[in-house]
């Protein structure tokens, strides 16, 4: 949460969904085998930069960047490039994508339901971005500008090259510097107000927060032929410092309380993938793929008769080693198999002084180390070109270990079968199902204390010893096709899960729950298996040509996410929502060329949701208003362009409610109740192209 402060005013903004202009080409029997293919024509009218402005123009396609997971598997987002997942980390796929000009593309397609040879990964619906392969060199410059509501003016530059030569050769640099801060449940100006069990109040304040972050990355790629195959090298360096500072002024009695939090996190990562066709039947790919990872957390807290310091100092190192074989010999039958290796490290040292004594944090110092191991097989039939079945199967193992103030060593197995149904029944409609055995990553975040302790004043212990969360998950979409580049989709998903990951008292080495020894209560939580639980979403988007309506190119695009999450409390045995599950998510983009002015503008709607956390002794909640912003981009030339985003127009509010307990919440005791109501107010940030 701290850590978005950094992001860097270039490339925090939202990204609009610009409108389709000319329908897709014929797309012929793709359309039949459920892959639509998109041309440079379709985007020509709204004059796209990067491949990543026309991946965001595709009718009936929400872009994903992926989760932050360890290994390679379900790691990437929903975009392809050449039919290959990007072998990254910390370089996002949205900035990988920036990188790619709009000239190098020679078209993106659209696969809904699968395509033989494509690892869907558990999604119904990928995008694929096919290069060009003509040779020379395309590059840009893009220096910009954020202007902030406080008045801090924060600039940045971003630079990229690319490279190709005959033969097969390319290579890519990207550098970028900037300063920024984004908005955040603890940054913003306005209130505080704490109230006592019987709704009178105990406190009030008011609450000044700023953040200033810097972002320096490199990224780099060369690609070339090697051993009758083709190699393709790839290596990222960032580092990214940032600060917060809060100042919580009382307005009802004599005080301040004050926290600053210094955060600096690097990492360098390195990865590489040989592909190869070894016969007609026959294709091999191999990934390799190498980072660390350092993470230094220092929080200081000063309040009436209170000081708080946490320290947090995280190292982190990846290996990963994929092969798989491709294979096809059977008519309409295409089989996959391979393995996938992993050995994640952790070290981790904490601590915490309050009123400059030493306090114990459950898992505040342990060295995790996780040797992971996947194999699997998997095949794509396709009878006709209206049917098409994927199934596939995995066998995960894994082995975790933890010395320190945790010592323990367990194994893990689990078999994640998946099956996969495709069905064109007329024209333009399409029917997918899904039934697939999702398993979990243990999160390293999860295995030591977090920072969380300064900010609210309790502690929020480590845990090693959890099981990956599993689940059950049937899916159901429906996709409708019309006015030529317009879509509809209706996609409804319901998970059985057990082992849910959430929170449960803190427990020591033997497994007996850690008690504070004046009163004999439970002292501390942690993220922990609290058993069964279910969830159940329905989705749906629209993405709406507004030229049958009298609105010339323009397009409105819509999606929405209704969510149903139940848990029995580990406490007091009461069915509850999981912690951290939105209830409702929804965005709205419009957006609409202007080719006689050479512009685009439109409005960017991202709603507000809320999220709530259930702890020992508190149940805190979030709550966050629309952000909107209103944005143009005007190209007076080819090779330049400018473009300016208001962002946060309606400003945008923040609330943290936490429901404070004396003891466990489930003794029914409350003691407080403090409500933080901030408002982010906003900024411009002007961004000029140049191409070269």
């Known amino acids: 949460m701290l850590g978005s402060i950094a992001m860097i005013a270039a490339a925090a903004a939202p990204q609009a969904a610009a409108p389709a202009v000319p329908t897709p080409a014929a797309p012929g029997a793709e359309a039949t085998r459920g892959v639509i293919s998109y041309p440079p024509g379709f985007f020509a009218e709204s004059q796209p930069a990067n491949a990543f402005?026309?991946?965001?123009?595709?009718p009936g396609f929400a872009f994903d960047k992926g989760a932050a997971v360890r290994g390679l598997a379900g790691a990437g987002g929903n975009v392809l490039i050449d039919g290959q997942t990007?072998?990254?980390?910390?370089?996002?796929?949205?900035?990988?994508?920036?990188?790619?000009?709009?000239?190098?593309?020679?078209?993106?397609?659209?696969i809904r339901g699968g395509a033989p040879g494509i690892d869907m990964e558990g999604r119904t619906i990928l995008a694929n971005i096919v290069r060009r392969q003509a040779a020379g060199f395309r590059g840009a410059i893009m220096p910009g500008l954020f202007a902030i509501y406080n008045g801090k003016l924060l600039p940045s530059l971003r630079a990229e090259g690319q490279w190709t030569w005959p033969g097969g050769r390319s290579a890519e640099l990207s550098q970028v510097f900037g300063t920024g801060?984004?908005?955040?449940?603890d940054l913003g100006v306005g209130v505080r107000t704490r109230y006592n069990a019987d709704d009178t109040i105990r406190l009030r304040s008011a609450v000044n927060a700023y953040g200033y972050g810097f972002r320096m990355y490199t990224n780099a790629a060369y690609e070339t032929p090697l051993l009758g195959g083709k190699v393709r090298l790839t290596g990222a360096l960032q580092i990214n410092p940032g600060w917060t500072e809060i100042y919580d002024h009382y307005r009802s009695a004599t005080g301040?309380?004050?926290?600053?939090?210094?955060?600096?996190?690097?990492?360098?990562?390195?990865?590489?993938?040989?592909?190869r066709v070894l016969n007609e039947n026959v294709s091999l790919e191999s990934v390799a793929f190498q980072s660390f990872g350092k993470l230094l957390t220092d929080v200081h807290f000063e309040g009436p008769g209170l000081t708080r310091d946490f320290l947090s100092d995280r190292k982190t190192s990846e290996s990963v080693g994929r092969v798989q074989f491709r294979l096809k010999g059977i008519a309409n039958l295409t089989v996959e198999t391979g393995a996938e290796g992993a050995f994640n490290k952790l070290d981790s040292a904490t601590d915490l002084t309050i009123n400059n004594r030493a306090?114990?944090?459950?898992?505040?110092?342990?060295?995790?180390?996780?040797?992971?191991?996947?194999?699997?097989?998997?095949?794509?039939?396709?009878?006709?070109?209206?049917?098409?079945?994927?199934?596939g199967f995995r066998q995960e193992g894994s082995r975790v270990t933890s010395v320190g103030d945790v010592n323990l060593r367990k194994s893990l197995n689990f078999l994640k079968p998946?099956?996969?149904i495709t069905w064109i029944p007329f024209k333009d409609g399409q029917v997918?199902?899904?039934?697939?055995?999702?398993?979990?990553?243990?999160?390293?975040?999860?295995?030591?204390?977090?920072?969380?302790?300064?900010?609210?004043?309790?502690?929020?212990?480590?845990?090693?010893?959890?099981t990956p969360q599993q689940a059950w998950v049937y899916e159901a979409a429906f996709e409708q096709r019309f006015w030529g580049a317009g879509a509809a989709l209706l996609t409804v998903r319901h998970f059985e899960i057990t082992d849910t990951v959430d929170r449960g008292p803190a427990r020591d080495s033997s497994g007996v729950i850690i008690r504070n020894p004046v009163t004999g209560l439970p002292a501390a939580d942690r993220p922990d298996n609290i058993g069964k639980g279910t969830k159940t979403e329905v989705q749906a988007s629209v993405t709406l040509p507004l030229d049958k309506l009298g609105i010339h190119a323009a397009q409105l695009k819509t999606q929405a996410t209704w969510r149903d999450t139940k848990v029995v409390d580990p406490l007091d045995g009461r069915s509850r929502e999981i912690s951290a599950a939105h209830p409702i998510d929804w965005e709205i983009h419009y957006s609409q060329d202007l080719p006689k002015l050479n512009a685009t503008w439109g409005v960017d709607v991202i709603g507000g949701y809320r999220e709530r956390f259930f702890r020992l002794a508190e149940v805190e909640t979030q709550k966050f208003s629309p952000w909107v912003v209103v944005f143009t981009e005007f190209k007076p030339r080819k090779d330049l362009s400018v473009r300016v985003e208001a962002n946060g127009v309606t400003f945008r509010n923040s609330q943290r409610i936490r429901e404070v307990y004396v003891g466990p919440r489930n003794l029914g005791r409350l003691d407080y109740t403090d409500v933080r109501d901030l408002e982010?107010?906003?900024s411009v940030n002007v961004r000029v192209r140049k191409t070269l």
């Open 53 to 58: 402005d026309m991946v965001l123009r595709i």
């Open 86 to 110: 990007p072998v990254s980390k910390t370089d996002g796929l949205d900035d990988i994508l920036k990188r790619i000009p709009a000239g190098g593309v020679e078209r993106i397609e659209l």
């Open 181 to 185: 801060h984004m908005p955040n449940p």
């Open 256 to 275: 301040l309380e004050y926290q600053y939090n210094d955060i600096n996190r690097k990492q360098l990562e390195l990865g590489g993938r040989f592909t």
């Open 359 to 391: 306090v114990l944090v459950p898992a505040a110092n342990v060295q995790v180390e996780e040797l992971r191991g996947e194999v699997f097989l998997r095949g794509t039939w396709r009878p006709s070109p209206a049917f098409s079945m994927d199934l």
């Open 418 to 420: 998946r099956a996969a």
């Open 432 to 466: 997918r199902l899904r039934v697939e055995r999702e398993v979990g990553q243990l999160n390293f975040d999860d295995f030591v204390a977090s920072s969380n302790v300064a900010a609210t004043g309790t502690v929020v212990a480590g845990n090693p010893d959890l």
């Open 680 to 682: 982010w107010r906003g």
